[in-house]
């Protein structure tokens, strides 16, 4: 199934399928994913551009929402999608061999980026109800609180931003 790399999948009995995945698991690969890449709520991250750097990027998130920054689990689940969401932009359009992951987090927002060299814009396209692809950004425009792209000498960053409430 797309987008859930590294999870195993359904294949027949329900049961046994909830015997093998559970959260614990999970977020132990996210720690491993934060010890062999580093935190990218305290420094940029580079990833290979790789189908598979998704599954880190998400994971990262997850564990930066959830532990470091101690955010609620909907919150975190918006945010692993979306962050896979310009992971996979970055694979899939800019030709580039690595990007860029950083998480930051200020009074009221988080903020997610993606750097990658390439200067060509990501594009916002209608959707339609049938389509099969397409729906990246579409889901970043309806699901964060704000988005966008700053253009760089060398590239650019795509980003979005949600609102969080301190504590």
Not at 101 to 115: A, D, H, N, S, T
Not at 129 to 149: A, H, N, P, T, Y
Request: aromatic fraction near 6%.
């Amino acid at each position: 199934m797309a987008g859930l790399e590294g999870m195993d999948q359904p294949r027949g009995d329900a049961g046994a399928t909830a015997a093998r995945w559970s959260p614990a698991v999970e977020d132990e690969r996210a720690l491993k994913a934060l010890e062999l890449y580093g935190n990218p709520a305290e420094r940029d991250v580079p990833l290979p551009s790789l189908p598979e750097s998704a599954a880190t990027a998400r994971r990262l998130a997850q564990v930066v929402v959830l532990r470091h920054w101690g955010l609620t689990p909907r919150l975190a689940e918006g945010v692993v999608l979306l962050v896979s969401e310009l992971v996979g932009n970055a694979v899939r359009h800019t030709g580039a061999r690595v990007f860029v992951l950083r998480m930051k987090r200020r009074p009221g927002w988080v903020r997610f980026e993606v750097r990658d060299p390439s200067r060509g814009l990501p594009c916002l396209m209608p959707v339609q109800e049938m389509d099969i692809s397409g729906r990246g950004l579409f889901l970043v425009d309806k699901l964060s609180d704000r988005w966008g792209v700053d253009l760089l000498p060398r590239g650019k960053t795509t980003w979005f931003e949600m609102r969080v409430a301190d504590r």
